[in-house]
């Protein structure tokens, strides 16, 4: 095998990997992902993240996902979906390399910043999952713990759940309206709409496949739980099975998978 086809394998298992298995798996774990457990003015009636979080709950309309099985799974969910968000910032990169000096610095100038808007997606988005994710996930798991062996005392874990409450909804680390939140949720729509119309212009993809990418970071940007998410990543999986076959059919990137 050739350098010339062994980069166009390489290109081509990333790309599947990228916009057609991480998108899969996204949509399955975030089907499972809960929404609207967050007390706050507009929601005084919601149990609050704690007392939604450290037990597992039924399916109930009210938060959306089909279940909660408990801490132990928000720890898993978070675990999984950073990589496999990983994996689609590095789809959305492949997708802008589709656009080549021939097709002219403005689309080369949005295609790059379609790139730096994915790579500021990424990071905030990293961070997020970290903080509100896996991180509270141990967190809750060890209060727990140390409940059930009296290590603390009711009260004490009263006041770690308060402390993580308060967390969940700060301003800049918080799970919801934060900071990192908001800069990823922003970052990544303005990584579609930018990439949408590089490819537009570059007529490197049909027009509507690039209305199902930007729908995809629409929705994300709302939110990544139920069911917010699994409609994102459904868009973003449609919108790359149509790039494909229209790639196939027309053969406009022999070089690109």
Known sequence: MGPAMSNHVIWKALW???LVVAPVVLICIELFHPANFTRTAT??????????????????PTFQALAYPGPDWWFMLHMIQTPMVALVAIGLWLLAARVDDPDGVAALVLAWL?????????????ALDSIGGFGLGRTILATERLTASNTISPDQAK??????????????????????????????FA????????????RKA?????ILLVGFGFELQ???????GPIAFALLLAAALWMWWASRRSDVTPSRP
């Open 16 to 18: 599947w990997a990228c």
């Open 43 to 60: 929601h005084p009636t919601a149990p609050g993240m704690y007392e939604y979080l450290h037990k597992a709950e039924a399916y109930n």
């Open 114 to 126: 379609a790139r730096a808007a994915t790579f500021v997606f990424v990071v905030y988005y990293t």
């Open 159 to 188: 006041g770690v759940a308060v402390v993580l409450d308060n967390v969940w909804v700060e301003p800049w680390v918080g799970g919801v309206g934060s900071f990192i939140s908001l800069t990823g949720s922003w970052a990544v």
């Open 191 to 202: 990584a579609t709409v930018l990439l949408a119309l590089a490819l537009l212009l570059a």
């Open 206 to 210: 049909p027009w509507p496949a690039l």
């Open 222 to 228: 709302m939110s990544h739980a139920m069911p917010h």
